[in-house]
């Protein structure tokens, strides 16, 4: 059998974790089969489908990588297949018109309700003849069998089993016209061959429907998996229209997508005590069979751990990359400073996100004009005016300008001038970042290069003489 899998996103909200784990498990389920994966959009609820939302899916799914090999199909340009496949449901009297009301099936609901019944549809144009009514207002149900169990294996959960005297008679269209997603994805799922079906709990309730409708038109039942949800830190269950943070928002706090896939994949999924996996690995040893049943719950820290662990371990090209497009985004030109492979190599170890290295560099490739208020205050004396001034005599005739002549000047003038070697760094420090915190000052100021550093030492002079 060729494995084919789906990702089929309804646009009505961001593309959370929740859904790209559904997306990830798929994808990686059919890589690792060497079959292919769909992306389809369910976008028959047109009051709620958003052309944001589809973009919002599109371009996570494209910066995560996870390419499809169908699609994107959109439900919306299959409303043909779907009315053919209603006529034949209908044709075989596996469908009819129900012309009830809303208001008469309220006061059925009330009724049951007032009885401690589970309310339900009870069937009342189940099997009347109807079809010459059709200038009012109807809704076309599937007529669920009556007797016996729908039973199917899931891969996570194991049997699960309905009695069909529990499910009453879907709309699969309604009074507008438009099939309904319960249908449409048993039409889809057929159509497209999908061989597993791979989505969260949530649509357990809808597998026993879909099941019957695809008896009825003698398809092939898929192999479902349903994923336990997965709640945020508070405990809560991830929704789309609460509490989940759209993809890209971890696009935009610098986040990698080697380490928010490698994050995900283990939300609910585990291979012995394996935490770090790469996409090839990921490939390799994903399987069904061990998806836990129970839910999991986010973790930030866990996540900043391993995108720091990316960032350090990943090729600095490859950083350097991904950091190029980050800046950019936050209109910091890259021209204006150092090559920023060596900015990555020295700043990496430091930081957990692209997001703060981009902060923290700014310096190399913009001018500032405000230096740190405790900086100043602790370290901005007139000693320091003394320091920086050596320091710009002796540098302007450094004549090789490298890491190691710039550490022995430094080492130089703590004698000379007969202050810490800590006191020198940190009015350098101060001087070319604006702040106290960096990476060893003696790189920064090589990577700087000689004509902005002697500018940033006078500004620091002329700031201190004004204070
Ligand atoms: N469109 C459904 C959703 O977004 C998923 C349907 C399915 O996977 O069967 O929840």
Redesign the pocket.
């Known amino acids: 059998m060729k494995v084919k899998t789906r990702f089929?996103?309804?646009p009505t909200g961001n593309l959370h974790i929740g859904?790209i784990r559904?997306a990830l498990y798929s994808w990686l389920f059919a890589r690792h089969h060497g079959g292919k994966f769909v992306l389809r959009i369910?976008d028959t609820d047109l009051s709620r489908s958003k052309a944001i939302s589809i973009n919002s899916i599109i371009n996570g799914l494209k910066w995560l990588g996870l390419n499809w090999d169908e699609g994107p199909y959109f439900q919306t340009k299959r409303l043909n297949r779907y009315k053919e496949v209603i006529n034949v449901l209908l044709e075989k009297r596996d469908a009819y018109i129900c012309i009830c009301s809303s208001q008469e099936l309220e006061e059925i609901r009330i009724n049951q309700i007032k009885k401690g019944d589970k309310p339900r549809y009870p069937g009342t144009c189940r099997n009347l003849q109807i079809e010459n009514r059709l200038n009012q207002n109807y809704v076309i149900r599937f007529k669920n069998p009556l007797f016996g169990r729908v039973a199917f294996q899931d891969k996570i959960r194991g049997e699960i089993i309905f009695d069909n005297a529990e499910l009453d008679d879907l709309i699969i269209q309604r009074s507008n016209g438009m099939p309904t997603?319960n249908f449409c994805?048993v039409i889809d799922d057929l159509d497209m061959k999908i061989t597993h079906?791979i989505?969260?709990e949530?649509?357990i309730n809808n597998t026993p429907r879909q099941i019957n409708i695809l008896n009825s038109l003698g398809g092939k039942i898929p192999i479902y998996a349903h994923l336990s949800m997965i709640l945020d830190e508070e405990g809560h269950k991830i929704s789309k229209r609460k509490n989940a943070i759209n993809i890209i928002d971890y696009h935009k706090n610098g986040f990698l997508p080697e380490a928010l896939l490698n994050y995900i994949i283990r939300l609910g999924w585990s291979c012995g005590d394996k935490e770090i996996f790469n996409i090839s690995e990921m490939k390799e040893l994903f399987n069904l069979k061990f998806i836990s049943k129970s839910p999991s719950t986010i973790n930030m820290k866990k996540l900043l751990w391993l995108n720091k662990h990316y960032i350090n371990n990943l090729s600095l090209n490859h950083i350097s990359n991904l950091l190029k497009d980050y800046m950019k985004n936050q209109n910091i030109n890259i021209k204006n400073g150092p090559d920023l492979e060596s900015v990555v190599k020295i700043l990496r170890s430091r930081f957990n996100t692209l997001k703060e290295i981009t902060e923290s560099c700014r310096y190399f490739y913009e001018e500032f004009d405000v230096f740190n208020k405790i900086a100043v205050e602790k370290h901005f004396t007139i000693k320091s005016v003394h320091i920086l001034e050596e320091f710009y005599e002796r540098m302007k005739k450094l004549s090789v300008w490298d890491n190691y002549n710039i550490l022995t000047m430094i080492n130089d003038i703590s004698k000379d001038v007969k202050v810490t070697k800590k006191d020198v760094n940190m009015v350098l420090r101060i001087s070319m970042t604006g702040n106290m915190y960096s990476p060893s000052i003696s790189s920064i100021i090589d990577l700087i290069g000689r004509e902005r550093v002697l500018s940033r030492i006078k500004k620091a002079i002329n700031y201190i003489k004004n204070l």
């Open positions: 089929a996103p309804s859904s559904t369910e997603y994805v079906v989505r969260g949530d649509h």
